[in-house]
């Protein structure tokens, strides 16, 4: 026990000595909240702005513009249709809304047509303003049925529902979608840490080797044993500050409503760890020199980690890459959050919990095979 203590000590100093281990271990994973928080900055909401061409010039359709300018967060303008062609396409307006001649009259005989809305962003834009324009222009075509064609009984109803008074009660909701995004975000940065300081502190095994500080070791009482499971120690206990200080600063210096319990999503980061400790022991244990180790690094982790989601949602990739991510535990790791996001409890989510710790027991058997392959631990590269 006190030569394994004596080992974490050296391998603390030796790690830390180095000031950009200090950058990759603490700043890296602050570095994902930076950029979800600005990230979420540029996303915030900002107004439609929408052109109206009015060749109709009818009653209708001026209370139509007139009903789209209360609406909030809608800018309405006049334009002609060459502005309106020239500043939709410059991205000026957002889109553009064409009266046609007879709009007026066919709304109020109960068939509305000669309506058109244009926009280079798609439905995403002309379903918003489809949904109000429509919306409203079927009640008037509602009035304009009932009516029968008498022109008095029409202006008399129309009057009334000009009139009538609609009480809305307004209300805002939690934008839920924006806080997973976040969370998914800065998640994805320390899962990344997490790997590259487990595979940084792991090649210290390879590179003391290198530097026959290895063997000057095995000369004392310590065993080959000692001297790698004092790297696992310090390796999980670095992580695991890593982890708490970057969930500390998330939910009490930046105050992000990740809509996880603290400890829930401590403890499935640190069931990650375990993974990241024993992938990064893998490319050790199949490298000849920290240079080889280097490469088996950036070979597996980042593959991974862009397969897994973490740097954007895995419902954009191909199928194929999906199927992928399906076999990578980060990817386990962001769909156990996601589903504490969703109201589910920890203890429901079992099956997702045993499949990470599968993973890493899966990553610590091909180590100890390994090292058994090589008949001694003290042959561990």
């Not at 080992?7 to 990759?24: C, Q, S």
């Not at 509602?142 to 008074?165: H, L, P, T």
Request: some cysteine; overall charge positive; aromatic content about 10%.
């Amino acid at each position: 026990m006190k030569e394994m203590l004596w080992l974490v000590k050296n391998t603390l100093n030796v790690t830390f000595k180095k000031k950009i281990n200090i950058f990759l271990f603490v700043c890296l994973p602050l570095l994902g909240i930076f950029v979800s928080l600005l990230t979420e900055g540029s996303m915030e909401k900002t107004d439609l702005r929408v052109g109206i061409i009015n060749h109709d010039g009818g009653r209708i359709a001026e209370d139509t513009k007139d009903f789209l300018k209360r609406i909030e967060n809608v800018n309405i303008s006049a334009v002609s249709e060459a502005e309106g062609k020239s500043q939709v396409a410059a991205g000026e307006l957002d889109c553009v809304i064409t009266f046609e001649q007879g709009f007026s009259q066919s709304v109020q005989s109960g068939e509305p047509a000669h309506i058109a809305i244009a926009s280079v962003k798609g439905a995403e834009i002309t379903g918003f303003v489809k949904s109000y324009v429509y919306h409203y222009i079927d009640n008037i075509a509602a009035i304009g049925k009932s009516a029968q064609g008498n022109e008095k009984r029409f202006e008399e109803m129309y009057k009334n529902y000009r009139n009538s008074e609609t009480s809305v009660k307004t209300s805002t909701i939690e934008d839920t979608a924006k806080n997973r995004n976040m969370t998914e975000r800065t998640v994805g940065f320390l899962l990344m840490a997490m790997l590259f300081s487990a595979g940084s502190l792991t090649e210290l095994l390879v590179k003391e080797k290198e530097n026959r500080t290895y063997f000057r070791l095995l000369t004392t009482p310590i065993t080959a044993r000692q001297y790698v499971m004092s790297n696992v120690a310090v390796s999980m206990s670095v992580i695991t500050c890593q982890t708490f200080l970057t969930l500390i600063m998330v939910k009490y210096v930046f105050r992000m409503e990740t809509g996880i319990s603290f400890w829930e999503m401590a403890a499935v980061l640190l069931i990650f760890a375990l993974s990241a400790v024993g992938l990064a022991l893998i490319t050790v244990v199949f490298a000849n020199s920290s240079r080889s180790s280097g490469v088996l690094r950036n070979l597996i982790f980042m593959p991974t980690i862009m397969l897994s989601g973490c740097f954007w949602p895995v419902e954009i990739m191909p199928s194929f890459a999906q199927r992928i991510a399906d076999f990578l535990p980060q990817r386990w790791v962001l769909d156990t959050l996601a589903k504490l996001q969703e109201g589910q409890q920890l203890q429901g989510l079992y099956l997702n919990i045993m499949i990470l710790f599968a993973f890493a027991a899966v990553f610590f058997l091909i180590v100890i095979y390994k090292f058994k392959r090589n008949n001694d631990v003290r042959n561990f590269a």
